[in-house]
């Protein structure tokens, strides 16, 4: 009986968990070309069973017991309806331009981003293709034409970058490798470049509150990478990159199919960056050094009713960074004359595992178990502060999903999870004032949350979409919480989507892991406004944050010139019932960690417009706004070092049959506000500016070249480091960065892939 009271939406938390599935692409004649019909409805005649194609045209879809009819359609095509033999596994539908929508025919090249309009969800799938419109190095390096997320540096030494969504910070967002929690904690700062871009074969980005299997921990949305997997990639994938900074990367995957069941990947990665550079004159690296080897295997095996999946991951990452001329063996020296200097070296191990069963016994019945296993060790040097740190987390969810009686339309998922953090911290901490280190305080900490969660999808008349659900999970540390969650969607017509989406979120701060950038600056810890490394128990006083979000999609196609015009709207909510504010601006030369005594909010409004303007001219332009306050130090204050406003334009052009591509980005960032230094400072405002990338590809049968330039116009924050000349002084601090801090940067790179026949 535990199977059927235990298990969670595996439809939604894993799409090729589910096995007995029909596989195949859907196409459209240009030349001699075939191209993939992205967005186009897969279904079985006479359910309401179906999919929607990916960006190359790809579905994978489950058979069904009462119907052996398929039907493909695509506003502006002719639909087709197939009839299936049992043995058949994988087709191709080649669908041709039909008249349609007042007899006007729909022509266009396939999108490589899609916003989802079947689903209550508020998904955008970044394809693999979008990926490669920018050189896309890791996932950092992969938001350059999305107009949603924004991806900075955290500081000016480091090297470590944040993501921002709904105009908040990234340990807001959590982040996901298919369908896992990973990324939390000690790795959430330097995760992004974790993840090699080649290795990606897809990217999800989630707005507002996710669905409830995925946890309590989203609350200004998600982010799921897809890793390349063996059935579906490349025999071999080689990639290689140099750029004008110095920086070499190569990548190399292959993918072997043993039997018809059995298959591996391997998927191997190294950069490196060791020239210096110091573009700004100011003493110090713009950049860190850094040398990082990453290498993935994984296996699958698979069955009419099994789909296993596992596999394990190795990261080995060194970074160096400070004034010119640093050396790892000038660790321990500080003050005086001593070059000022940060290194982090990163040991990084993986683990996972994946089991999907579809019960034969029982209609549209599945359960799935993912398991996940990591430890993560960190040793790095502040200056004269070190910080030292060792994460191991186990997670597993044990997942089912059925349906109501005999109707496909109403479902339902319950599951189980299990999650264990251990943390085992090592800090010092430098008082500028005495030139002395503090003792080096330690910091062990045990998490373990058990969770329960049931889950609602039901569609109606066709057009209405409601899906509710509610767990409850209980922490070692902070008791039980529950976690409410609700998401409609209404589509009146195939071009018109109304989505909205209200639930709770909570997250536990890690306030070291979190803000460790924070480190390489003149001001010592506090939490509760007393010393963090004297006073480690401190930490237990911090509450767990808990925030509602709240948000709404309007999403409209219209048909203008025989090409069709994508309008998205949306507006996101997010209010604060408990935060861990980290406040620089109060007290001078102090950061504070403590509890949110006061408002704390974000509204977030942005417009995406996205349209064919000539054949294979792609444009995409949008603007966002951002509303987000948080009450410091008694004042309620804009958020600092963030843009109020931001535009985004996006030309692609592509030349007949793809043997081109041109490729040029544009984003517009409003002004924001600087932190003050004390109650008196207000710190000012830093001025509207603009970055502009653009790259070049030309395709060849089985590789491609491609080169480009970003920041063009060479646009860097003046004296991104304060104090640079005195960086033992009571004024250093290299955390208050709100533009880039390197300047512009050439890159050429090739790819060589051969696909499986």
């Known amino acids: 009986m535990i199977k059927y009271i235990c298990g969670a939406l595996l439809a939604l938390v894993c799409l090729d968990v589910c096995a007995q599935e029909l596989k195949g692409r859907v196409v459209e004649q240009n030349g001699e070309e075939k191209m993939g019909i992205p967005g186009a409805n897969v279904y079985w005649l006479g359910t309401k069973n179906g999919v929607v194609t990916d960006m190359d045209g790809a579905f994978k879809i489950v058979r069904h017991s009462i119907s052996d009819k398929l039907v493909v359609s695509y506003m502006g095509y002719k ?53 490669c419109k920018a050189a896309c190095c890791n996932l950092g390096e992969s938001f350059t034409t999305n ?24 340990k807001y967002v959590q982040m996901m490798t298919e369908n896992l929690p990973n990324f939390r904690g000690v790795s959430s700062l330097y995760g992004l470049s974790y993840v090699p871009g080649p290795w990606m074969s897809a990217i999800s980005v989630s707005k507002g509150m996710g669905s409830v299997v995925n946890g309590y921990e989203a609350i200004a949305g998600q982010i799921s990478v897809d890793y390349k997997k063996p059935r579906d990639s490349e025999k071999i994938f080689v990639n290689g990159y140099y750029s004008s900074e110095g920086m070499i990367e190569f990548n190399a995957n292959a993918s072997l199919l043993l039997n018809d069941k059995w298959s591996t990947a391997l998927l191997i990665h190294g950069d490196w960056l060791t020239m210096e550079h110091d573009a700004n004159h100011d003493g110090f690296l713009d950049m860190p050094g850094k040398t990082q080897y990453n290498v993935m295997n994984r296996w699958q095996y698979k069955t009419d009713k099994w789909n296993i999946q596992f596999g394990g991951k190795l990261l080995d990452e060194d970074r160096l960074g400070g004034q010119k001329g640093i050396k790892k063996s000038m660790r321990g020296n500080y003050g005086g004359e001593n070059l000022y200097g940060i290194g982090i070296e990163t040991r990084r191990y993986e683990g996972f595992l994946k089991l999907g069963y579809l019960m034969p016994e029982y209609e549209n019945t599945s359960m799935a178990l993912l398991v996940n296993y990591t430890d993560h060790d960190q040793d790095s040097w502040y200056g004269a502060r070190n910080f030292g740190v060792r994460q191991k987390t186990i997670f597993a969810n044990y997942i089912f999903q ?42 062990d900490r045990n998490e373990s949350v058990t969770g329960v969660f049931f889950q609602y999808t039901g569609i109606f008349w066709d057009k209405l979409t409601i899906m509710g659900g509610l767990r409850y999970d209980y922490h070692s540390l902070y008791d039980g919480f529950v976690t409410p969650r609700f998401h409609i969607a209404y589509a009146p017509n195939d071009l018109t989507m109304l989505k909205a989406s209200v639930g709770l979120g909570y997250r536990t701060a890690n306030v070291l892991a979190d803000n460790s950038y924070l480190l390489a600056s003149a001001s010592p810890m506090y939490v509760n406004g007393r010393l963090l490394a004297e006073n480690p128990g401190e930490l237990k006083r911090l509450d767990m944050e808990k925030a509602w979000n709240f948000g709404v999609q309007f999403n409209r196609k219209f048909l203008v010139f025989d090409r069709m015009l994508n309008i998205n709207l949306d507006y996101y909510r997010t209010d604060f019932l408990r935060q861990v504010i980290a406040d620089n601006e109060t007290e001078s030369g102090k950061v504070n960690f403590y509890n949110l005594d006061g408002d704390s909010y ?7 417009v996205r349209y064919e303007l000539i054949p294979r001219l792609d444009v995409t332009g949008a603007y966002r706004y951002n509303d987000v306050k948080t009450t410091i130090g008694g004042r309620l204050l804009r958020a600092p070092l963030q843009s109020r406003s931001k535009g985004l334009l996006n030309l692609s052009y592509a030349t007949n049959l793809k043997k081109w591509q041109f490729d040029f980005t544009t984003q517009f960032n409003g002004p924001g506000r600087i932190p003050g230094n004390g109650p008196e400072n207000s710190g000012g405002d830093f001025d509207s500016f603009r970055i502009m990338n653009a790259q070049i590809s030309k395709f060849f049968r089985k590789w491609s070249i491609y080169a480009g330039c970003e920041n063009i116009g060479d646009f860097t924050q003046k004296n991104p480091i304060i104090a640079a000349d005195d960086p033992w002084g009571s004024h250093f601090d290299s955390s208050k960065i709100w533009g880039p801090v390197h300047g512009r940067k050439f890159y050429i790179g090739i790819r060589f892939g051969l696909d499986r026949k």
């Open 79 to 131: 639909s087709d309806t197939l009839q299936l033999k049992p043995a058949e596994q994988n087709i191709e539908v080649v669908l041709t331009s039909g008249k349609t929508l007042d007899e006007v025919k729909v022509t266009g090249r396939a999108s490589t981003t899609i916003i989802s309009t079947r689903g209550p969800l508020m998904e955008q799938l970044i394809s693999g293709e979008e990926l």
């Open 147 to 170: 107009a949603s997320v924004d991806v900075a540096y955290a500081d000016a030494v480091t090297g470590a970058k944040q993501i921002q969504l709904l105009g908040l910070t990234g």
């Open 402 to 443: 059925s349906i109501f009686g005999n109707n496909e339309n109403q479902q339902y998922s319950a599951g189980i999870s299990f999650n264990h953090d251990f943390y085992d911290e090592s800090f010092n901490d430098f008082l500028v004032a005495s030139q002395q280190k503090t003792e080096t305080a330690y910091f």
């Open 602 to 608: 974000s509204n977030c409004y942005q417009v995406e």
